[in-house]
Nanobody, 119 residues
Framework: QVELVESGGGLVQAGGSLRLSCAASGRTFSTYAMAWFRQAPGKEREFVAHIGWSDNYASYADSVKGRFTISRDNAKNSAYLQMNSLKPEDTAVYFC????????????WGQGTQVTVSS
């Protein structure tokens, strides 16, 4: 079982930056792939970024590529999402997710943290 707790959300002006953190419980964090998703009001949840268990592979949604960076620190059981050049359309609740590397779907989800970007 893995519990995930996000933090770092808030209100920022367009062009600004935020860094989201995801703290995970469990002794086997390093074996889990991690990801960030987001859900804007009235929209479906969408993929933002993914990082493999060994942090040598990351992928991004086209909408955030070049602006967002996902990372992890296995020693701290944490994953991060550095968000730069934020746009109003980035406004959403951001969720951290985890899965065992060989599982297709994400198994564990955090409660989410609100990110609001004002124009």
């Amino acid at each position: 079982q893995v519990e995930l707790v996000e933090s770092g959300g808030g209100l920022v002006q367009a062009g600004g930056s935020l860094r989201l953190s995801c703290a995970a419980s469990g002794r086997t964090f390093s074996t889990y792939a991690m990801a960030w998703f987001r859900q804007a009001p009235g929209k479906e949840r969408e993929f933002v970024a993914h990082i493999g268990w060994s942090d040598n592979y990351a992928s991004y949604a086209d909408s955030v590529k070049g602006r967002f960076t996902i990372s992890r620190d296995n020693a701290k059981n944490s994953a991060y999402l550095q968000m730069n050049s934020l746009k109003p359309e980035d406004t959403a609740v951001y969720f951290c997710a985890a899965k065992r590397s060989w599982i297709t779907t994400y198994e564990y989800w955090g409660q989410g943290t609100q990110v609001t970007v004002s124009s």
